[in-house]
């Protein structure tokens, strides 16, 4: 291959990183797909360009142009017969339909690169790994906690077996998130903590981010609210040098529901709004049900009752809504249960989320 056709493509890769406008990056993926025309398509450089791009575009929201990619990178990789790649292909179209909502759609796609991998493969450990890593992801989301952490604990051990350190700080951070959501907080602090530490050895600003966000969540659920906000507003840091709006995201909702917790509602409104606009970019529904689910407690609060009693059910009727979402609304449920409130009716479709949104913040703030 020409040398630099690959030195073009993967500088393209790292721009499209970087660009935050919509029209440039449009503009940088023409480019690169013409680059890629002077890649031999059975080159398996050019299938991990078409994989890395797809992922890198997932993450920046851009679902359509990610889709394209790496339904690309499938083709050429059973073209080729490199079940590996196949099997990576599958998995990041998996994680594209999760970061969507989409999570039936994508324990589909990950049981057909399962299939094509093989349960315990001899070869392409670190792709194995990296399934189990987004199965685990793709439980979580559906509240199946057990599985998901069978998972992580399968990834944590083959990372730990072919010594990717940078895998093994993901699964352990993965297998934290899960301990922390069964309320086991030591077993979590132990395993943060440890990605924490590989993230800081390798330089790993993403690593720590994650570590980070995931340590902020601990505290935020034993209420010391200034450790968590210190962690939290750190991983916000580092998430946004890195142009990675979901991190953001995540860390500025728990913000926002810090603040809410401490009464401090001109905080909880900058960093919500700091939340929506990042959903907004990254094409991010499940975080905006999550935002919206911090705005609950606003109503609550106030006494709002039956305002509060239909945005619940909006946010638990749509299809994109994340378990711990659920579990993180349980408590207004109950105050709402003992309060005389009116039979709720008139429920928004999921297809009015943004009127919905816009309509809750002219009501709160």
């Given at each position: 291959?020409?040398n630099?056709?690959?030195?073009?493509?993967?500088?393209?890769?790292?721009?499209?990183?970087?660009?935050?406008?919509a029209?440039?990056?449009?503009?940088?993926?023409?480019?690169?797909?013409?680059?890629?025309?002077?890649?031999?398509?059975?080159?398996?450089?050019?299938?991990?360009?078409?994989?890395?791009?797809?992922e890198?575009?997932?993450?920046?929201?851009?679902?359509?142009?990610?889709?394209?990619?790496?339904?690309?990178g499938?083709?050429?990789?059973?073209?080729?017969?490199?079940?590996?790649?196949q099997?990576?292909?599958?998995?990041?179209?998996?994680?594209?339909?999760?970061?969507?909502?989409?999570?039936?759609n994508?324990?589909?796609?990950?049981?057909?690169?399962?299939?094509?991998?093989?349960?315990?493969?001899?070869?392409?450990?670190?792709?194995?790994?990296?399934?189990?890593?987004?199965?685990?992801?793709?439980?979580?989301?559906?509240?199946?906690?057990?599985?998901?952490?069978?998972?992580?604990y399968?990834?944590y051990?083959?990372?730990s077996?072919?010594?990717?350190l940078?895998?093994?700080?993901?699964?352990?951070n993965?297998?934290?998130?899960?301990?922390?959501?069964?309320?086991?907080?030591?077993?979590?602090?132990?395993?943060?903590?440890e990605?924490?530490?590989?993230?800081?050895?390798?330089?790993?600003?993403?690593?720590?981010?994650?570590a980070?966000?995931?340590?902020?969540?601990?505290?935020?659920?034993?209420?010391q609210?200034?450790?968590?906000?210190?962690?939290?507003?750190?991983?916000?840091?580092?998430?946004?040098?890195?142009?990675?709006?979901?991190?953001?995201?995540?860390?500025?909702?728990?913000?926002?529901?810090?603040?809410?917790q401490?009464?401090?509602?001109?905080?909880?409104?900058?960093?919500?709004?700091?939340?929506?606009?990042?959903?907004?970019?990254?094409?991010?529904?499940?975080?905006?049900?999550?935002?919206?689910?911090?705005?609950?407690?606003?109503?609550?609060?106030?006494?709002?009752?039956?305002?509060?009693?239909?945005?619940?059910?909006f946010i638990?009727?749509?299809?994109?809504?994340?378990q711990?979402?659920?579990?993180?609304?349980?408590?207004?449920?109950?105050?709402?249960?003992n309060?005389?409130?009116?039979?709720?009716?008139?429920?928004?479709?999921?297809?009015?989320?943004?009127?919905?949104?816009?309509?809750?913040?002219?009501?709160?703030?």
């Amino acid at each position: 291959m020409d040398n630099s056709s690959f030195v073009t493509a993967q500088r393209l890769i790292e721009e499209i990183k970087r660009e935050e406008d919509a029209k440039k990056i449009a503009g940088l993926i023409a480019t690169f797909e013409q680059a890629l025309g002077a890649i031999p398509q059975d080159d398996p450089a050019r299938i991990d360009f078409l994989l890395t791009a797809g992922e890198v575009l997932y993450e920046k929201g851009k679902y359509k142009d990610s889709s394209h990619l790496l339904e690309s990178g499938l083709e050429q990789a059973r073209k080729a017969q490199m079940k590996g790649k196949q099997a990576l292909a599958l998995g990041l179209l998996a994680d594209l339909e999760r970061v969507q909502g989409n999570y039936r759609n994508a324990l589909s796609k990950l049981m057909q690169a399962r299939k094509v991998l093989g349960e315990n493969p001899d070869h392409d450990k670190d792709i194995s790994a990296r399934l189990h890593i987004i199965s685990g992801l793709n439980n979580m989301s559906l509240g199946e906690y057990q599985n998901s952490r069978e998972a992580f604990y399968e990834a944590y051990q083959v990372y730990s077996q072919i010594g990717d350190l940078k895998g093994k700080a993901l699964a352990a951070n993965r297998l934290g998130t899960i301990a922390t959501m069964q309320s086991e907080y030591a077993e979590a602090e132990k395993y943060l903590q440890e990605s924490l530490s590989l993230a800081k050895q390798l330089n790993d600003r993403h690593g720590m981010a994650g570590a980070l966000l995931n340590l902020g969540e601990i505290q935020r659920h034993l209420g010391q609210f200034a450790e968590a906000r210190a962690c939290y507003m750190e991983a916000s840091a580092l998430f946004a040098e890195l142009g990675l709006h979901r991190g953001m995201c995540i860390a500025e909702n728990n913000l926002g529901h810090i603040a809410i917790q401490m009464q401090d509602y001109p905080a909880s409104k900058r960093h919500y709004l700091t939340a929506l606009e990042c959903a907004k970019i990254a094409n991010l529904t499940p975080d905006k049900l999550d935002t919206l689910a911090g705005l609950v407690f606003i109503f609550v609060e106030r006494g709002q009752y039956n305002d509060a009693a239909l945005l619940i059910q909006f946010i638990l009727r749509h299809p994109a809504h994340l378990q711990e979402t659920e579990e993180f609304l349980e408590s207004a449920q109950q105050v709402i249960a003992n309060k005389q409130t009116q039979p709720v009716t008139d429920v928004p479709s999921p297809d009015q989320l943004e009127q919905v949104i816009a309509e809750t913040l002219d009501k709160v703030f």
